[in-house]
């Protein structure tokens, strides 16, 4: 018998090895960890298969030490979704699923391990029932916690509780810890004072139907429009069959008010994981939800890979955004790792979102996901007005212009707030010698240096690198002008064009420092600012009841960019901005400046709205035969040396050319976009494919093939599967 066991290594296979001399009383399962000899170390591994015979001859073979659990430590879904996904994105299957496990159990300790329930003493509820008014806010919010959910383990107490306070808590004598094997604890349901809408009604109806088998429902509405609502209902049926549900949200940051509604209907077993979570938390969370005690998991992308035996119903809410593709490392989507699962598992799955992705909207079409439109808010404004604004016939003030200056001041005038919209931080994009052309541009990349006016330096926004401001033309001594405009010049022109109104920008500068976003938010919410500036951060989660404009500064950055993707990111982007305004009883005005007021994705998102923009962008792709009409791969790659680089890549290129059939494009080494950053050169290829298969086979052939490739040390390189963006 050998046995096949995932390390922890970069290494893309499995090792062999015999089965420890001890043998174990149980019989050996998949998922179960292994510790094993490797090099001069030991490592702990987790069992991926067994099988009869291995590539390696007898000898060579080394015995593993100690299998460390009786049963496996994943679901079989789980376990499954890992290799699949390992295999699929041609990552290294150790790493995979090391990056799965808590800290703590990669390093060994007990998957079973009993764990501190906490619950309120007789002591503790006495003054929970009687004096609660009398506590802090603190001490009452934890003795909440402990009535309602008790006993618990901090991870399902929730986000407010340390354990040093609990200990504190206890050392009062209100609260008590008992080490022991945690039992499932009963959810109540709070009643939804709510009644659904036919529209609601229909969704929940057919996702509950769907209970049971693997179906995907697209819920398909804009904010506001009650999708939590139905996630709530459909939720609440999965629980009462005694299931598990898994919900992914892009950002834990970003969405306090969604964990609080679900904390609100249910009364226990929620649990929430994310990258920032303490390691003793996210065990404990890990484990309730491996155990089947915690029975609602919202969590980020990672969450994904939770092990939930029971698991009955995915939600993937706001399913186009783009954080739930990894960047670097491991990358990999959990949107559609998440349909994979539901489908192994037959569960239903719930994408939701107000501008949903084109692969999404084109699986609906073709019958492969069921289709929910929320048409409107319960009892809501109606959609705000949008007007282009064209940029060519009107004179601006630092990228204002006129027209939009004056909606501004009637907005504040008729008491409503105003966002102004840019996708760009900083002071001006570029810093510029009128007289010679010298642009101030960044050591380290291939590209200009933004100039941050407040914090007096030069910052490159693709490295990090932080410079000086030059008082003068390193060329020709003369002045220099910033060009263009970032949201803290926008917010500089706005301050001084309506003083008193009260500005806040909302960036990543301004938002860096703790608490500051919430300080920012506060200021919008009390009306003590009532123009707000912002970049991306402005689209998500907020609700602003008060603004009734919402300014887009510059649309065009999107519409010719090399990117496939930039049109439907553009109008995503325009969709979502737009829907802060008219949120509550004001009606809204959504104002886009551009100079291309005749472009035809512009103008059909304007006329038609984001499915009307949605139908033509795909016919679009289909033409260009781009996703989801094909598949993509890319392989990225840097170097420190250009020729190294080119080298590699060139070689690369063409044993993929050599390997692929007709079906099968090799296109490039093409430069990223930003062609040296960091000091170091970029480059790609890029892999097309009519369908998922030929990718996946070209890929297997390829990757082996490009790792056998004699690459100087200097190279790193990695492949994207489905890339979310191909510069
Ligand atoms: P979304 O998730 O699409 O942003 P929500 O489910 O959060 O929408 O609903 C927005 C607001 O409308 C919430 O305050 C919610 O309680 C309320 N709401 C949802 N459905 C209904 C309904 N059928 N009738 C009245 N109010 C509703
Ligand atoms: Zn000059
Ligand atoms: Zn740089």
Not at 25 to 36: F, M
Not at 210 to 228: D, I, M, Q
Not at 398 to 403: A, E, F, K, V
Request: hydrophobic fraction near 45%.
């Amino acid at each position: 018998m050998i046995l096949k066991i995932a390390l922890d290594t970069p290494l893309r296979r499995v090792f062999d090895y015999l089965p420890p001399e001890k043998p174990h009383p149980n019989p050996l399962k998949a998922g179960v960890r292994v510790r094993v000899p490797f090099g001069r170390r030991q490592l702990i591994g987790v069992l991926v298969g067994i099988a009869d015979d291995s590539a390696l001859p007898d000898g060579k073979l080394k015995v593993a030490l100690e299998i460390l659990d009786s049963d496996p430590v994943f679901d079989t879904v789980t376990l499954e979704l890992l290799c699949w996904a390992a295999d699929y994105y041609h990552h290294a299957i150790g790493e995979v699923i090391a990056a799965a496990l808590p800290a703590a159990l990669r390093a060994g300790e007990l998957a079973e391990e009993r764990v501190e329930l906490w619950s309120l003493s007789e002591a503790g509820l006495h003054q929970y029932r009687a004096q609660a008014q009398r506590l802090g806010p603190r001490q009452r919010a934890l003795l909440t916690a402990l009535a309602l959910h008790g006993p618990a383990t901090l991870g399902l107490l929730g986000v407010a509780c340390r354990r040093a306070q609990l200990a504190q808590l206890a050392k009062r004598g209100w609260a008590v810890a008992n080490v022991e094997t945690p039992q499932p604890v009963r959810v109540v349901q709070r009643p939804s004072e709510v009644t659904l809408t036919p529209e609601q009604a229909r969704a929940v109806d057919a996702i509950r139907d769907s209970h049971g088998r693997f179906a995907a429902h697209l819920l398909y509405g804009v904010t506001g429009s009650g999708k939590t609502e139905v996630y709530l209902r459909t939720i609440a049926g999965v629980l009462d069959n005694g299931g598990q549900a898994l919900v992914l949200v892009p950002e834990i940051a970003l969405t306090p008010q969604l964990v609080e509604r679900f904390r609100q209907r249910f009364s226990a077993g929620i649990v929430v994981l994310h990258s920032g979570l303490a390691a003793t938390l996210r065990r404990d969370a890990w484990r309730s939800a491996h155990r089947g005690l915690a029975r609602i998991i919202i969590g980020t992308r990672s969450a994904v890979f939770t092990s939930m035996p029971h698991l009955k119903l995915i939600v993937v809410d706001e399913e186009h955004d783009a954080s739930y593709k990894q960047h670097e490392g491991f990358r990999y989507s959990a949107r559609d790792l998440a349909v994979w699962r539901a489908q192994r598992a037959k569960i239903p799955i719930v994408l939701g979102s107000a501008t949903p992705s084109l692969e999404t909207l084109d699986n609906a079409a073709q019958g492969r996901y069921a289709k929910w439109l929320l048409p409107q808010r319960p009892g809501a404004a109606r959609p705000p007005r949008t007007g282009l604004v064209d940029l060519r016939k009107h004179a601006c003030e630092q990228g204002l212009s006129r027209p939009a200056l004056e909606a501004i001041g009637r907005h504040l005038h008729a008491g409503g707030q105003a966002i102004v919209f840019l996708n760009r931080r900083g002071y001006a994009p570029a810093l510029f010698c009128n007289a010679c052309g010298w642009v101030a541009a960044c050591a380290h990349c291939d590209a200009r240096m933004t100039l941050h006016r407040r914090a007096g330096q030069l910052r490159c926004h693709h490295c990090g690198a932080v410079a000086a401001v030059p008082s003068a033309c390193a060329n020709c001594a003369l002045p220099l002008s910033p060009v263009g405009q970032g949201t803290e010049r926008v917010e500089e022109t706005l301050a001084r064009l309506f003083p008193g109104a009260g500005l806040a920008r909302l960036d990543r500068d301004t938002t860096a420092g703790r608490g500051a976003m919430e300080a920012l938010l506060h200021r919008v919410h009390s009306g003590t600012a009532r123009i707000l500036v912002g970049t991306q951060m402005l689209t998500k989660g907020h609700h602003f009841p008060d603004v009734s404009l919402v300014l887009i500064l510059d649309a065009d950055q999107g519409l010719f960019a090399s990117d496939f993707r930039a049109t439907e990111r553009l109008a995503q982007t325009i969709i979502q901005v737009a829907g802060r305004a008219g949120r509550g009883e004001r009606p809204g005005e959504v104002i886009i400046q551009t100079a291309f007021p005749e472009h035809p994705l512009l103008t059909r998102l304007i006329t038609a709205g984001y499915e009307g923009f949605a139908e033509i962008a795909l016919e679009e792709r289909r033409a260009a035969e781009w996703p989801p009409y094909s598949r993509l791969a890319m392989l990225r790659a840097e170097a420190r040396s250009e020729s190294q680089l080119d080298q590699f890549l060139t070689s690369a290129a063409a044993c993929g050319a050599r390997l692929a059939d007709s079906a099968i494009q090799v296109l490039g080494p093409a430069q990223a976009l930003i062609a040296r950053r960091a000091d170091h050169y970029r480059a790609h290829v890029l892999i097309e494919a009519p369908a998922r298969r030929a990718l996946k086979r070209f890929l297997t052939q390829w990757l082996p093939a490009v790792e056998a490739l004699p690459a100087p040390s200097g190279i790193r390189w990695s492949v994207d599967v489905d890339p979310l963006e191909i510069d």
